[in-house]
């Protein structure tokens, strides 16, 4: 998380990638996926695993994630409302 004084901040950074993939879902139907929902199990699931993660590389994961990994972690989430962003500072 080099240049980035929380999460918050690097959230802010991403956020056109994540509105980008947004569309992507959008134009093939997927409707209900929130922004929030992407960085959540990207971080929650992918960035845990990782360090050192550049700027690029987070990018990356926001614009290549399967839909379908994505579909079904909101659909476990949907019956729990459990959409907030988790600010753990794990990155």
Known sequence: MDGFS???ELYKRVEPALNSKL???TR???TYI???DIWNYLKNNYW???SNLSLGEIVNDIMTVPNSEL???VHS???EEKRKIIDDNVL
């Open 28 to 30: 093939i139907g997927i």
């Open 23 to 25: 569309k992507d879902l």
């Open 77 to 79: 989430l949907i019956g």
């Open 71 to 73: 579909k079904n972690y």
């Open 34 to 36: 929130q922004k929030v």
């Open 6 to 8: 929380s999460l918050q």
């Open 48 to 50: 845990c695993k990782k």
